[in-house]
């Protein structure tokens, strides 16, 4: 498998103010990672793709403006999360694909927004 | 794109028994079916996948079966145990050269001893 870690697990924040979740893949080089958000008994939605080096390729209906992320390395990449308001409170999760070859992905922990 | 329907939504079975979760996707490009078990609050963990070039694939208790011509593909489990109790998803990748994940709605299984 692979290891990866988000941070923080959770964070509390006032309306208006930006979050950055991290997420890290700990044992080999991820050039792409991908970012979901999952609200409460719902599934996990693709919000978007995260390539090294280049620009995330966004889902559909979400908001590039809102959702910034940066994949600065090939094991590190962030999810900020501007504006906040309540309809962000969500789980977001990462994941890493390890082979190409094998589209086998590997998911963080998961970091628990919750904006008041 | 890609739309992967899952079904049921919820199962509850006896200790011992069998728990079948199916899925239909819509892509018929799709070639890479994972399922993923999803404890409450935890990550979701690959239990099994599956891909186009194969009909079945048993792993232990586990096996999923995909039939291309129908688009769909279904997790069974055998000898359920109260462990096995969790959220379970199936995914399709949509397309050959894209390794994105669309994710099924879910299907929360409850084993009962």
């Known amino acids: 498998g692979a290891v990866v870690s988000q941070h923080p697990s959770w964070v509390i924040c006032k309306s208006g103010t930006s979050v950055k979740i991290e997420c890290r893949s700990l044992?080999?080089?991820?050039?792409?990672m991908f970012w979901y958000r999952q609200f409460p008994k719902q599934s996990l939605m693709l919000m978007a793709t995260s390539n090294e080096g280049s620009k995330a390729t966004y889902e559909q209906g979400v908001e590039k403006d809102k959702f910034l992320i940066n994949h600065a390395s090939l094991t590190l990449s962030t999810l900020t999360v501007t504006s906040a308001h309540p309809e962000d409170s969500s789980f977001y999760i990462c994941s890493v694909e390890r082979d190409r070859t094998s589209n086998e992905q590997f998911f963080g922990p998961g970091t628990r927004l919750t904006v008041l | 794109g890609e739309n992967v329907e899952q079904h049921p939504s919820t199962l509850s079975v006896q200790e011992g028994d069998s728990a079948v979760i199916k899925c239909t996707y819509s892509?018929?490009?799709?070639?890479?079916f994972p399922w993923y078990k999803q404890e409450l609050g935890k990550r979701p963990q690959l239990i099994i996948d599956?891909?186009?070039?194969?009909g079945e694939k048993k792993d232990q208790r586990i096996a999923v079966t995909l039939n291309k011509t129908a688009k769909h593909f279904s997790l069974h489990i055998t000898e359920t145990q109260p462990e096995d109790s969790a959220v379970y998803f199936c995914a399709a990748s949509p397309r050959v050269n894209t390794d994105k994940l669309i994710f099924g709605t879910g299907t929360r299984l409850q084993v009962f001893p």
């Open positions: 892509d018929s490009a799709s070639n890479y």
């Open positions: 599956i891909r186009s070039n194969v």
């Open positions: 044992d080999f080089q991820a050039t792409t």
